[in-house]
């Protein structure tokens, strides 16, 4: 079934579909579903399908998926309301994170409903209607990334962009059985996000499966010096399941599940399936991470939520949401000598959390405690939020990254999801061992009982004494000097193809060589090229014997990763013939010998 982002792909490559074929189904998709709070706008679809006629490298990454992006990330061409009319503003160009997506390959469908602000966790705030939840039409779609959530647990795009800054690209991910991906505060750049709190931000990922969302984190992934809250945080390649893991669980009687005993049970169902996983289940104390969610809200960072629309308060307050106008005002209140006491218990409180991560490889929580009607909610709106938050509100405050998984299905038709939690830089690792607990769990996925896809083969990894190499051209298997890999014990690890960020030259050079010169990105080509592993000494000696115009440098992959490899000098390529076209150096010395 093509539901999935790399289904979606490997049948765009194969030619079994097409990328308008796939997109013109959203679209079909999005008419017969037929709930208008999901989408605030929607693209043309003849634009969207021109734009996906037009993909010519079958090689990009999200070649032909279709994307819906939250209303509070820039999208060209398409208004962005942040749920508000009366905020409505047309931006001149993408958000960056767009921009790296539409580069990937992928088309953007429209944009999707939120909690006013993303100020909520309920999805019930919006002037432009409630999302209904396509797994129990009674409980709330969960936000503040409502419309992204249920997008893809609909069926309508196999991957959505929403935002995190209290839980809300964990939240909905539970409440639509789906997976949520909260990246690590900086590793995905915020230009172009309208923000809740800047210093707390960041764009999240919803997709059905932990491959996509890392699939997708990757391509947007990167240092930007648009965003002054970007952080160069390199993404790691995924890894295998550990041998030897060490999950951290709270004592027993912190949890919180306020009387859901199905919440409960499956929490508990979930922690054995850890176990019967090889992971050593920890406890470790929750209370300060309690205490840090209640900064969010009770200290000054609301502040920061008060700052973006002061301005609409003071000219237009019955154009906000009465419940984010509630919350929202308060925000005035604090004191510089608020904010600094603030600042101190925070870094008191990171502490204890670092000293908390030191004794296990991550944290596994419920993602929500429970579950809401959206009658309830809004009878109750404040409170029933707060208390969706319980797992939630400390994540981004004391820097960690996040996982949300399904994990179960309750026998009363609810969603039960759990997180997995660790210090920021460890995205990868999280996907490595949560990939393999939602496949265990055996689950469908989405709305629609999509079944999960057999987990794919991890690729081969250098070992933590080895060093990564990549080769472009004369080393590459079977070519004239792969020899001077062989002969120092490197070993292969994979094929794979750059970003397309890359140039490739033919050189007047004996043996034949290829050049690989960086450009702009995205507007290169995917070159391919082998990985190969080998030690410090042999990398040393290897490198030591590379002659010029030949240079290692730092190369950015497909997907996302960085590794050393081969580049060339600059002034090396006047007069040597382009031969980006042919995709890698074997394609073109394959049509040389033809000649």
Known sequence: MTETVAAIVAAHRAGTMTPAQTVARSYQRIREHNDPAIFISLREEKDALAEAARLADPT???????????????????????????????????????????AAGAIIIGKTNLDQFATGLVGVRSPYGIPKNPVRGDLVPGGSS???????????????LGTDTAGSGRVPAMLNNIVGLKPSLGLISNAGLVPACRTLDCISVFSLTVDDALAALAVMAGPDDADPFSRDRPLAAITPFPAKLKLGIPKSVQLIFFGDREAEKAYGEACKRWRALGAE???????????????????????????????????????????TREITIGGARPTAADTFSAFYRLQALRRVAARTFAQCDAIVLPTAPTVYSTTDVLANPIELNSRLSAYTNFVNLLDLCGLALPAAMRPDGAPFGITLLAPAGRDAELAGIGRVFHADTGLAVGAKAVPQPPL???????????????????????????????????????????????KLYALDTTPSK????????????????????????????????????????????????????????????????????????????AEKAKG
Not at 146 to 160: N, Q
Not at 528 to 552: D, N, Y
């Open 60 to 102: 990009l990454p999200l070649y032909g998926v279709p994307v819906a992006v939250k209303d509070n990330i820039d999208v060209a061409g398409l208004p962005t309301t942040a749920a508000c009319p009366a905020f409505s503003y047309l931006p001149a160009q993408d958000s960056t994170a767009v921009a790296k997506l539409r």
């Open 514 to 589: 290829p050049g690989m010169l960086r450009i702009e990105p995205g507007a290169g080509h995917a070159i391919k090229l082998e990985l190969w592993a080998m030690s410090p000494a042999a990398f040393g000696t290897f490198v030591a014997a590379i002659p010029p115009p030949m240079a290692i440098g730092t190369l950015r992959l497909a997907d996302g990763r960085y590794v050393k490899g081969f580049i060339v000098e600059p002034a090396a390529i006047a007069g040597a013939k382009d031969i980006s076209a042919y995709g890698g150096w074997r394609a073109f010395m």
């Open 146 to 160: 409502s419309g992204s959530a249920v997008a893809v647990s609909a069926g309508l795009v196999p991957l959505s």
């Open 281 to 323: 289940l920890v406890e470790f104390d929750l209370e300060p991470f309690y205490e840090t969610a209640r900064l969010l809200y009770e200290g000054p960072w609301v502040a920061e939520r008060y700052l973006v629309i002061r301005d609409l308060l003071a000219s237009s307050p019955d154009a906000i949401h009465p419940v």
């Open 456 to 502: 794919a083969a991890v690729p081969a990894q250098a070992g933590a004494d080895e060093i990564t190499i990549a080769v472009v051209g004369a080393h590459l298997s079977g070519m004239a000097l792969n020899h001077e890999l062989t002969t120092l014990d490197a070993r292969l690890l994979e094929e794979t193809l750059t970003a397309a960020d890359y």
